[in-house]
């Protein structure tokens, strides 16, 4: 009941034009409440009131827009996904006999897309204020993991996850959007304004970003993290900033070391995992569907099954997948895979994308996503636009071991911050419509 009235409430706040807490609340929607809020107290998923935010914006709203400067590419390739999106919604329903309402149950996130246009009408101070709640509601949310980590007590109302090979709980409410936090607070930290209360303590926010990164005893997180973050560094040539953030790193390692130690070896498997992979294991587990590595072995397992069994369909399903299907016990109907039965998987996003979107809308889906980092690493002059090209790049990374693009809302706060920065030295010159 209470993620009704947070949508009661978010509706309030943009039909009485208070835009940047309507805004904050749509990007804690999209992000499926930030992790903050129990799932059991939920309803419906976040991303569910985000498109019924987006509609309801659209249908009732006047709208202005202030954004006068766009990407005319990014524009098409998110009118082009749309229409693909349309297109393999028809193709599910004839080609594999999947029921209207079961192919919109499996696609209706996708319909989160077309915010682009809303967010084309949003004033940069709206903007900046927005960045400036999301980042006292991330530092706090961090504080939080942190705490939760370190004691095992749920303070959030999250279970945890017992990791036999670290020998602790792993709690997997992380703040989704700490490590475009973490590039702020390194990179730039004066480039969003704080409230007085939080400002005098930023230098100390590093360390909490990295300590939750640390506390996911994720190895392709955290080594992720890391080395875009030192790559961020390098790009920037601040070398003196690359040693402080090694030290620091290992320093706030220590406390979990044992678990990071035997998470990073997982038993001696981590070793083996990757000589598995190198001498072929990857397409031996792909034809046999037997396992002689580990879990990294497992994703590219299922990413070349994906890829090789898609690769030798018909053109159609080469180009449109084998449809956007949904069924509560997460199994296609439609074709069986030797290495991972699900429809969806939070272990890697990109055979997913693969399976439900074939070849030219995992593609197209992608293209989005390469040049919202394009556009932003050609205005890496500005700190905020860096930060948010370095955070896209970790996102990428990050889903060979996660599933955060197989959600569409996930691209809202970097298509926000890449329209944000295009038209930072703009005026607020703007046509109605």
Known sequence: MIDLLFFIYALYTYYTKKYTIALVLFIF?????????????MRFDGPDYAVGFM???????????????????????????????VISFGYSVIRYNLSPSNVFMASRMSLILPCYFLLKC???????????????????????????????????????????ATGSFRFLNFPPLSDFFLMISVLSPNSIELPERFDKYKKYFPLVFMATTICTFGRLKIIATLVVLLYGLWLKGK????????????????PFSEGLINRMNNDGKTKGDIEVLLNGGMQHMASTGVNKGGTFTYRMAMLYERINRLSKEDFLDQVFGYGMEYNKDNRSSVV??????????????????????????TLIYLMIWFRMARICKKHKEDDLAFCTYLFIVSILLNDFSGSQITFFSWMIFPLLMTIYIQNREISNDCNTY
């Open 239 to 254: 070398a003196t900033l690359i040693i402080k953030v090694a030290v620091l790193t290992f320093i706030l390692a220590i």
């Open 29 to 41: 929607f999209c992000y499926r409440f930030f992790r903050l809020v129990p799932a059991y107290l």
């Open 336 to 361: 069986h895979f030797k290495v991972g039965h699900a429809l969806y998987t939070p272990d890697i996003s990109y055979p997913v994308l693969i399976v439900k979107y074939g070849f030219l809308g």
């Open 55 to 85: 509609i309801l914006a659209f249908l009732f709203g006047t709208h202005t827009i202030y954004m006068a400067k766009e990407d005319i590419k990014l524009r098409w390739y998110i009118v082009a996904m749309c229409i693909f999106l």
């Open 122 to 164: 949003l004033r940069q101070e709206w903007i900046e204020k927005t960045l400036t709640i999301l980042y006292v509601i991330t530092i706090i949310h961090g504080i939080l993991y942190v705490v939760q980590c370190v004691t095992g007590i749920p303070v959030m109302g999250q279970t945890a996850e017992f990791d036999r």
